[in-house]
């Protein structure tokens, strides 16, 4: 039998990057992809109606994180001046120490740096038109109408990832 790879993780590397950049200290993977999920949860908590559609974590030697994240919307990311950020990495910074707590460990100093960048098309984005749809649906708009002005939307000339 042949042996079932996913087609992103042929392009990790070549194409695409991966999603969290780091290596373990002393053996602690666990612990460190524990600290990665919970950066997601709270970011896609906080900011989901941005229209996340990547979020990257890069780790420094210094216990520094920087986040990339990638939204449609980075003006509701950003907020007024600057406070979303602000407060974004506020929550991460209080959910890390929450979890240090948990964990019963010295809880160390760290720096949380995030940067967002603009979904240029947004049609172009699978993740994002499927974000969209589920939306609507849970507008209670009529699910004809989404279907329907969600695939026109992503079938302009420039893209091609519906297949339709």
């Given at each position: 039998?042949?042996?079932?790879i996913?087609?992103?993780?042929y392009?990790l590397?070549?194409?695409?990057n991966?999603?969290?950049r780091?290596?373990?200290?002393?053996?602690?993977?666990?612990?460190?992809?524990?600290?990665?999920?919970?950066i997601?949860k709270?970011?896609?908590?906080?900011?989901?109606?941005?229209?996340?559609v990547k979020i990257?974590?890069?780790?420094?030697?210094?216990?520094?994180?920087?986040i990339?994240?990638k939204?449609?919307?980075?003006?509701?990311v950003?907020?007024r001046?600057?406070?979303?950020?602000?407060d974004l990495?506020?929550?991460?910074?209080?959910?890390?120490?929450k979890?240090?707590?948990k964990?019963?460990t010295?809880?160390?100093?760290f720096?949380?740096?995030?940067?967002?960048e603009e979904?240029?098309r947004?049609?172009?984005?699978?993740?994002?038109?499927?974000?969209?749809l589920?939306?609507?649906?849970e507008?209670r708009?009529?699910y004809?109408r989404?279907?329907?002005s969600?695939?026109?939307r992503?079938k302009?000339?420039p893209?091609?990832?519906l297949g339709w």
């Amino acid at each position: 039998m042949g042996q079932k790879i996913q087609p992103f993780k042929y392009r990790l590397g070549i194409i695409n990057n991966w999603t969290s950049r780091w290596m373990p200290k002393n053996l602690n993977f666990k612990n460190q992809l524990e600290e990665d999920l919970v950066i997601r949860k709270i970011v896609e908590e906080k900011i989901g109606p941005a229209g996340i559609v990547k979020i990257e974590i890069e780790r420094g030697t210094d216990n520094s994180f920087k986040i990339f994240i990638k939204a449609a919307r980075p003006g509701l990311v950003i907020g007024r001046g600057g406070k979303g950020i602000e407060d974004l990495s506020k929550a991460v910074e209080a959910s890390l120490n929450k979890l240090f707590a948990k964990r019963k460990t010295k809880t160390p100093k760290f720096l949380v740096r995030l940067t967002v960048e603009e979904l240029r098309r947004s049609e172009t984005s699978a993740q994002y038109v499927a974000q969209s749809l589920a939306w609507d649906m849970e507008k209670r708009l009529p699910y004809r109408r989404t279907i329907r002005s969600g695939s026109t939307r992503s079938k302009n000339p420039p893209v091609r990832t519906l297949g339709w």
